[in-house]
């Protein structure tokens, strides 16, 4: 078993550095190209983790889309979808949201010791809420989930989580797609917060892919230990 699982962190931004923009309507960054290899990387992950406010503004299943790819991992002993994880500080979430409703893949929920019990009784069989004390530290999360077994995990956002591991160095892996136009709204959410992270300009990452996906463009970095 490892110590921690790999981590994988997956984002699309504007030119600008946006994840969103501030219309109700979810703004699609990628294209079809990027999102099947998005499946393909859903595919070899054990575990997909996104906060609670993705799974409020986007509703995201976090499913494999692709039927020969649920195919061949049934096929590899897998399930066929990857264990789904998210985290909350508040308990501000919905079972029945489209992240629940996935039949038996497991859903994991990390939240404080102030809000488990409530969130606990509000989710029932919908998923498997674990306390990590008086905050939500993703240090904690990943010992949890390679004591499941979990040893390689995509993390998928929002800003705050993509803001928790990478200002915590604990990225392995960082996948950047960016889209060909601009936001331009400073209420709109950011691919980081503000915060203070290892991987700044004197400890620059590794570059060791770039690729054109259709009219967007995948930067792959590995952060230097």
Known sequence: MTSRPYVVLSVAASLDGYIDDATPERLLLSNDEDFDRVDSVRADVDAILVGASTIRADNPRLMVRSEERRAKRLADGRPETPVKVTVTASGDIDPEAKFFATGDIDKIVYTTAAAAPALSD?????????????????????????????????VEGGGTIHTM?????????????????????????????????????????????????????????????
């Open 165 to 225: 591991f990478l200002s915590a160095g604990l990225v392995d892996e960082l996948h950047v797609v960016f889209a060909p136009f601009f936001v331009g709204d400073e209420s709109a959410p950011r691919f980081v917060n503000p915060s203070g992270f290892p991987q700044d300009s004197k400890h620059r990452m590794a570059l060791v892919e770039t690729r054109a996906i259709g009219d967007c463009v995948l930067l792959r970095y590995i952060p230097r230990r």
């Open 122 to 154: 509000r989710m029932g069989p919908a998923a498997s809420v674990v306390e990590l004390g008086d905050s939500v530290d993703p240090a904690g999360v990943l010992t949890d989930l390679a004591a499941r077994g979990v040893e390689r995990l995509m």
